[in-house]
């Protein structure tokens, strides 16, 4: 009695942790377009008096436009944002990768002839 609850219970365990690993492992799938055409609310017959175009499709596909041309605008910002990024990093690592000119201010160093020190008087 006692190895047949054992045996149920070690059952329910792993039967438990198999379906938390599969459901882990199994990545959801989400289309990269609508599934559904816009077009059939056109048969709804719940809306009010405007036609259904108008109420419901012609704002969706609307919509469906707007997201696409921003996306569009965020990959071209991204490309553009990562080449500067390109550019700043090859300005500020030179042609060697040793060094910067960005980064050498040595000659900027010495600043005594922009401030003569006071001439003492005798």
Do not use: W
């Not at 379906?19 to 009010?48: C, E, F, H, V």
């Not at 040793?98 to 005798?122: A, D, I, V």
Request: contains cysteine.
């Amino acid at each position: 009695m006692r190895k047949s609850l054992t045996c149920i219970s070690l059952g329910i365990v792993l039967f438990l942790q198999s379906r938390t690993a599969l459901g882990q492992s199994i990545p959801r799938y989400t289309p990269q377009r609508p599934t559904i055409s816009p077009y059939l609310n056109l048969l709804r017959t719940d809306n009010g008096v405007m036609p259904n175009y108008y109420s419901l499709v012609r704002p969706q596909l609307d919509q469906q436009s707007f997201d696409n041309r921003v996306l569009l605008s965020e990959r071209s910002q991204a490309r553009a944002i990562r080449q500067l990024s390109e550019i700043s990093d090859a300005a500020t690592t030179g042609q060697t990768g040793t060094g910067s000119t960005f980064r050498n201010l040595s000659h900027f160093q010495n600043r005594s002839h922009y401030y003569p020190g006071k001439q003492r008087r005798k």
